[in-house]
């Protein structure tokens, strides 16, 4: 293994082509810009309930809109598309490029996604900053220290969606459906995410289900962090939760990573 | 150096026939086939040759060299690359190679090239002063100047594949796997890369092992080449001796000044075509000197030449010969 400034410089060098292939293409940009605003479809819909029955489970107008805000920018920034590039890498054939070079594939294609998100930051956060100051009803009430701690856990909610993705991914050395059965794990997941509504809004039993499993590390709980809604046993749990899921689909990559490595048919070429 | 002892790398492939039955027949029970890719191949190559590995398509000229590099594991056999077991992938090892695929993309698609080669070097972990020098080298020999800040997308085959060059040998390495470096190149392609070969392998002393269907490739760069063909050695050697074995004759053109009947050229040798005053025939090689003068003695001859039959021809007769054996050999075991 290369000593760690060497390391510094490979992912530098990855996550500025990464950051280089994300703008170059404006259109690209500007689709981007707008799937950023979906969540504010949703937010809308809670609102419109709001008005009707009053707060739910502790939601307001202005908790939910800041829920939503905060949220824009935090599934962007959680959010990875590795499962059906590699579908597609190992598919093809293109792997092999990938394979010949003396630092892992994995840490190719995570070092060039990790550039686009530097550039879904630096194009997002500065706008929810603006917003935050400008518009009366968003509000991020949390302390210093939560911001810090949501922050943290944006960085470990991408790792999560990565390893997550990166599982489903080694897949494809024994099928080509790696992406599709990704996209099923993640539809699934979605709801108890947080990306449909906060987690709380939920029904116990799916409550129960969300605190246990490993999707609402990614979305609810770095936004519910920025936002100051979590005491402090609730942090605890929920970071140790990240933690853990993200310990255990690191081993599961390494493992199906070493087993389906060997069953690579190099097609093409 | 190069060891490969009995090389095997069999892929089972699934069948299917056309049409919408089928797919869904091929939903619940799928045909498959083993395929004997490469079997019991051996050979060593040492450090510094250049060697034409030959082979119809789909003889096992790739899946030999992806085993090689380290992209396939074999099924059976041992292979042995500068001391290193390729599939381990060890990044020493790596470090060491490249293979550079004529139908593969290695660089950036939609970034300069020059993206692409500073993420090489840092990737190869090569220092600024040694890139400068190995990039100057490489804008040198391969004419890359005007290309290094164009979108990859933007070049041409050629153009590109020059720069595919460069990304595969920035990090210098000691073992060139080339598998079709000229594919879809135009003349003047062709030859630029081959100089660029030739030139790179005199300067480091690499070891290259290259594939290609154009023969000008291999005669301009091997004196050795290995012949594959349905996964299995079938010659390891001397290309000239190659020749020799499989064009055992010379081509002898022969122009008289006064026609002569066209039964007389048959005396001389096989003939492939004459008019009278014109012919030409294929000549035993050990003949060839006494036909040659013959024909000055008995006919009135104004010029007569003798040729080696082309490169192409006599691998085309060395396919050949190895189909209708392998036909016949099936036939005898059925």
Redesign the interface.
């Known amino acids: 293994m290369?000593p760690v400034s060497?390391r510094i410089?490979?992912w530098?060098?990855?996550m500025?082509?990464g950051f280089?292939?994300a703008l170059?293409?404006r259109g690209q940009v500007a689709i981007f810009l707008l799937t950023a605003l979906f969540p504010l479809v949703m937010m809308t819909v809670w609102l419109s309930v709001v008005e009707e029955v009053g707060p739910t489970a502790g939601w307001d107008r202005q908790g939910f809109i800041s829920y939503y805000a905060v949220g824009a920018v935090v599934f962007q920034l959680t959010t990875s598309s590795i499962a059906w590039r590699w579908d597609d890498l190992v598919r093809t054939?293109?792997l092999?490029?990938l394979?010949?070079?003396?630092?892992s594939p994995l840490t190719?294609q995570v070092g060039l996604e990790v550039g686009q998100r530097v550039l879904s930051a630096a194009l997002l956060v500065p706008v929810l900053v603006v917003a935050t100051i400008a518009l009366p009803d968003l509000s991020v009430s949390g302390s210093v220290m939560n911001l810090i701690l949501g922050v943290v856990a944006l960085g470990g909610g991408y790792a999560l969606t990565t390893a997550m993705a990166l599982t489903f991914a080694m897949v494809a050395f024994w099928s080509t459906q790696s992406g599709n059965l990704y996209a099923l794990w993640w539809g699934a997941g979605a709801f108890l995410a947080g990306w449909i509504a906060p987690v709380s809004v939920l029904p116990p039993g799916l409550r129960r289900a969300a605190a246990i499993l490993p999707f609402r590390s990614t979305v609810g709980l770095p936004i519910e962090l920025i936002l100051g809604r979590l005491d402090t046993a609730q942090i605890v749990v929920g970071m140790a939760t990240l933690a853990g899921w993200l310990a255990a689909f690191t081993v599961a990559v390494r493992v199906l990573w070493s087993r389906g490595i060997?069953r690579?048919?190099?097609v093409?070429? | 150096m190069i060891e490969v002892e009995g090389l095997a790398r069999h892929?089972r492939v699934s069948h299917r026939d056309a049409g919408l039955g089928s797919s869904l027949k091929a939903l619940l029970h799928r045909r498959y086939e083993l395929v004997r890719a490469v079997d019991d191949v051996s050979f060593r190559i040492d450090d510094g040759e250049v060697v034409g590995f030959l082979g119809p398509n789909g003889a096992g000229k790739?899946t030999t060299l992806?085993c090689l590099?380290?992209?396939?594991?074999p099924t059976h056999g041992t292979v042995r690359v500068l001391g290193f077991t390729p599939n381990e992938?060890r990044?020493?090892f790596?470090?060491r190679?490249?293979?550079v695929?004529g139908?593969?993309?290695?660089l950036?698609w939609?970034?300069p090239t020059i993206?692409?080669l500073?993420?090489?070097?840092?990737?190869?972990?090569i220092g600024d002063t040694q890139f400068k020098e190995s990039l100057d080298e490489l804008v040198d020999l391969l004419g890359l100047e005007p290309l290094l800040t164009k979108q990859v997308r933007m070049l041409s085959l050629g153009e590109r594949m020059r720069c595919e060059l460069a990304a595969g040998l920035l990090h210098r390495p000691d073992v060139l796997f080339l598998?079709e470096p000229t594919l879809g190149l135009d003349v003047r392609g062709q030859g630029a890369v081959r100089s660029f070969i030739a030139e790179y392998n005199q300067r480091h002393g690499a070891t290259v092992l290259l594939t290609s269907h154009y023969m000008a490739d291999v005669t301009s760069l091997a004196k050795r080449v290995v012949l594959i063909d349905h996964g299995v050695l079938r010659y390891d050697g001397d290309l000239a001796d190659l020749v020799e074995q499989a064009a055992p004759f010379r081509l002898v053109t022969v122009t008289l000044s006064d026609p002569v009947e066209s039964g007389v050229f048959a005396g001389y040798g096989e003939v492939i075509e004459s008019d009278g005053t014109h012919a030409v025939m294929r000549v035993p090689r050990a003949a060839t000197r006494d036909v040659a003068s013959r024909l000055l003695a008995e006919l009135p001859v104004v010029d007569v030449s003798i040729e080696e039959p082309s490169i192409e021809d006599t691998m085309r007769t060395v396919f050949d010969q190895r189909a209708t054996d392998a036909v016949s050999v099936d036939a005898a075991r059925e």
């Open positions: 290369p060497e410089v490979i530098r060098s990855l500025r082509v280089g292939q170059a293409y054939g293109e092999s490029s394979l010949l070079r003396p630092v190719q060997k690579h048919q190099a093409g070429g | 892929f790739t992806k590099a380290g992209l396939l594991y992938r990044a020493e790596l470090s190679i490249t293979f695929m139908q593969r993309n290695q950036f939609d970034l993206e692409s500073r993420v090489n070097q840092a990737i190869y972990r598998d």
